[in-house]
């Protein structure tokens, strides 16, 4: 038993450190994260929806932060180093960076690593486009993440989040690299793309711009917004200094038609693989390309998109497609008849091939014969600490109407939890981190331990991790909608402490459930892998 459990920890920490910190001079920085936007008129039932995968060595704690009433005299404390922490209280190698005047009033929110959703139906996805090193000022106030916060403690729409988040960078500076937030109410959801204006100076440079009703959009780590129209406010919002400071350090030459992306972003074009993956197989006939030099920044889906689509799309390794990575890790199947005689063969790929070797794995195989795996970043990583699929419904009461669907560690093989905003507490395992060692008591690794031990063999434990995945989308349809009709009718008999305590407890019996089967799962494949796969 002992063995057991220690050659699945090792096993675990073998295939996730070799992506495990994702830094400035490392292969991965910059290639971090996948954020998915839809408009109320793009989805199946008005909802609009922002996401977001958080790839690397990121905390997977998180809590639910309390609403608060400040005195007049109170400051908010602008912290850096919030990103690694183990605990809600872990403070080490955290730091103060600053402090503003506080609000009077700030809302609850989902104190993820990077801050996700407020008690308003406000929720934001993130990624990091890098940009320009030259623009990069360390000794502005703000990080990303701190940014997140702060507007999702104040605001309860999209647009006041955005013109919040440029006041606060323009008085306190931003101290981040290149970063795109995609921020979502119950009406729009828009992209925002942030860097710096110069070291040692105060201040940053960025662009809005909003996601058509009808359409999808996604940010994977590269700034794609192009040509700014400001006179299409509803559109469009961007710093004063946007196109001074291109102009100021060479980034465009003022006579051709600026374009954020080209100006800010050190890209030769705005997208690669997974923003035309994902935007192809949305809108199919338009008939997109890796060619060619831009996407369009938004695409209108052929089919209407619901949480189970992009849950899928999440899922996506791009398997069968000219980009799958083990479409050349093969192996001989020999067919036998009743009698055990052999009567053919067949070619096919290797059950122990998987779309997240290792880089090693990827160099040893490649050695041994070049060109057997062409790397390609795909949606779902196995370096991913935590994502969410957030979906916002104006229709509803905002407890309720927000809810975020919430995975730990490798979105293409872990079940999706969800949390309503209205929720006052989350499950207690979700209060521990479990990147800095291997922890019973830390969620990431009820899960990780199957996941991980799947890729062992994963020609014969993917169709077990899909069908047990897709079990917990199917549980949620099942039972969601009467556990909203109870809830929004204590909210409206002023029951608004039985009715948190119900969603409350929801999420966290949903959690035990899927906790609970993938500590299943771990014994099957054990018990499969023992008598030789």
Not at 85 to 98: L, S
């Amino acid at each position: 038993m002992k063995f057991r459990l220690l050659f699945s920890v090792c096993l675990a920490l073998f295939q996730f450190t070799a992506f495990s910190q994702v830094e400035p001079g490392d292969p991965y920085f910059g290639e971090s994260c996948t954020s998915i936007m839809v408009g109320k008129n793009a989805s199946v039932d008005g909802s609009v929806i922002t996401a977001h995968t958080c790839d690397g060595n990121y905390r997977t704690w998180l809590r639910m932060e309390k609403a608060a009433e400040h005195a007049d005299t109170a400051s908010h404390i602008v912290y850096k180093g919030t990103l690694h922490t183990e605990t809600p209280d872990d403070m080490r190698k955290v730091t103060v960076a600053g402090r503003i005047p506080q609000v009077k009033n700030t809302y609850a929110y989902l104190n993820t690593a990077y801050p996700s959703l407020n008690e308003k139906q406000l929720a934001m996805g993130e990624t990091t486009f890098v940009g320009p090193d030259t623009l990069v000022n360390k000794n502005g106030m703000f990080l990303i993440e701190e940014l997140q916060r702060i507007a999702l403690q104040r605001c309860d729409n999209a647009r006041d989040a955005i013109r919040l988040i440029g006041d606060m960078i323009k008085e306190y500076g931003y101290g981040d690299y290149g970063e795109c937030i995609t921020i979502a109410d119950t009406r729009e959801v828009w992209q925002m793309e942030i860097l710096g204006e110069g070291k040692n100076r105060i201040g940053g440079v960025w662009a809005a711009q909003r996601i058509p009703d009808d359409h999808v959009g996604i940010s994977a780590n590269i700034a794609r917004i192009g040509i700014i129209d400001l006179s299409k406010p509803d559109f469009f919002m961007a710093s004063a200094n946007v196109k001074d400071v291109a102009l100021e350090f060479g980034l465009w030459d003022g006579i051709e038609p600026f374009k954020f992306w080209k100006a800010y972003a050190k890209a030769e074009k705005p997208f690669k693989i997974r923003e035309f993956f994902v935007l192809n197989a949305l809108a199919p006939s338009l008939n997109l390309s890796m060619d060619m030099d831009e996407l369009p920044f938004s695409v209108k889906p052929e089919r209407k998109i619901s949480i189970e689509m992009l849950a899928g799309l999440y899922r996506e390794t791009y398997t069968g497609s000219a980009y799958d990575m083990t479409q050349h890790l093969k192996m001989i199947k020999k067919n036998y008849d009743k009698n055990k005689k052999e009567i053919g063969q067949d070619t096919i790929i290797s059950p122990v091939a998987n779309p997240w070797l290792s880089t090693d794995m990827r160099n040893t195989l490649n050695y041994i014969a070049p060109g057997t795996i062409d790397f390609q970043r795909t949606v779902s990583v196995s370096w991913c600490s935590y994502s969410h699929i957030t979906q916002l419904r104006g229709w509803l009461p905002d407890e309720i109407g927000a809810v975020s669907w919430f995975s730990f560690d490798n979105p293409g093989e872990s079940p999706r939890v969800p949390i309503y905003a209205g929720i006052t507490k989350v499950p207690l395992k979700w209060e521990v981190c479990g990147q800095k060692s291997y922890r019973e008591d830390a969620a990431l690794w009820g899960y990780r331990k199957a996941n991980k031990l799947a890729t062992v063999s994963w020609g014969k434990t993917n169709k077990i991790m899909l069908e047990n995945a897709l079990s917990f989308e199917e549980k949620a349809r099942l039972e969601m909608p009467a556990l909203e009709l109870k809830a929004k009718k204590l909210f409206e008999d002023k029951k608004v402490d039985e009715a948190r305590t119900l969603l409350t407890n929801y999420s966290s019996d949903f959690s035990g459930a899927t906790l609970q089967r993938w500590a299943g799962l771990e014994v099957k494949f054990w018990e499969m892998f023992s008598r030789g796969f």
